[in-house]
């Protein structure tokens, strides 16, 4: 089973509607969760960060945290062309330097 | 912002030639990490840096090596560049439990 888990997509959503993207990981002791996100040819940019369980709301993006399901999602509000992207999801293990990253979700908001 | 600083966009070497990759961050961040990433690979761990002269090594060293003589800088050396090892690299940096700020990554060529 691997770390951290993600739908490779493609995910395809029209424009102005909600996309959810969607991520499990298996090590309980984890931490601390991050969305990156990653247009094609550039390097990944933190998105979201998300510590405990619930919602955290940063502009159209909200993080959605349930350890007990060991589940973290990204909803996009209001989609747009320009979010078309691939989205990685994160996760760091208490103690741990470095992060484990999921393959990705390739989203395409369609005009 | 955190920035951190790749040296060169894109790099086309020859096999066998000895290739240095440089990365510089601005912020005093303690770690510093080198990836690759490759179609339907996601992001692979090189090696890590949590210190001054400290390292360690990530999923895929083999034929890697890394210096870091002083904490803004950390350099991945390729020995004998390999056609294998044309890729996107990317380096990154983190403070603690934060996420990664990443450069903007380097397109290596190995002909």
């Known amino acids: 089973q691997k770390e951290v888990e993600q739908n490779s997509g493609p995910l395809s959503v029209p424009e102005g509607a909600i996309a959810s993207l969607n991520c499990t990981y298996s090590?309980?002791?984890?931490?601390?969760f991050f969305w990156y996100r990653q247009y094609s040819g550039k390097s990944p940019e933190l998105i979201m960060s998300?510590?405990?369980?619930g919602d955290k709301e940063d502009g159209r993006f909200t993080a959605q945290l349930n350890k007990a399901s060991q589940y973290v999602s990204l909803l996009i509000r209001d989609s747009q062309p320009s979010d078309s992207a691939t989205y990685l999801c994160?996760?760091?293990?208490?103690?741990?330097?470095?992060?484990?990253f999921g393959q990705g979700t390739r989203l395409t908001i369609n005009p | 912002d955190v920035k951190v600083t790749q040296s060169s966009r894109y790099l086309v070497k020859r096999t066998g030639e000895k290739v240095f990759l440089e990365c510089v961050q601005d912020m005093d961040h303690e770690n510093m990490f080198w990836y690759r990433q490759d179609p339907g690979l996601g992001l692979r761990l090189i090696y890590f840096s949590y210190d001054v002269k400290m390292k360690e090594k990530g999923d895929i060293p083999e034929g890697y090596s890394v210096s870091r003589e002083k904490k803004e800088r950390f350099s991945l050396i390729l020995e004998s560049a390999s056609t294998n090892q044309t890729s996107m690299y990317l380096c990154?940096?983190?403070?603690?439990?934060?996420?990664?700020?990443f450069g903007s990554g380097t397109r290596l060529t190995v002909v």
């Open positions: 090590d309980r002791v984890s931490q601390s």
């Open positions: 990154a940096s983190s403070f603690g439990g934060d996420g990664y700020t």
């Open positions: 994160a996760v760091k293990t208490l103690g741990a330097q470095k992060l484990v």
């Open positions: 998300i510590y405990s369980n």
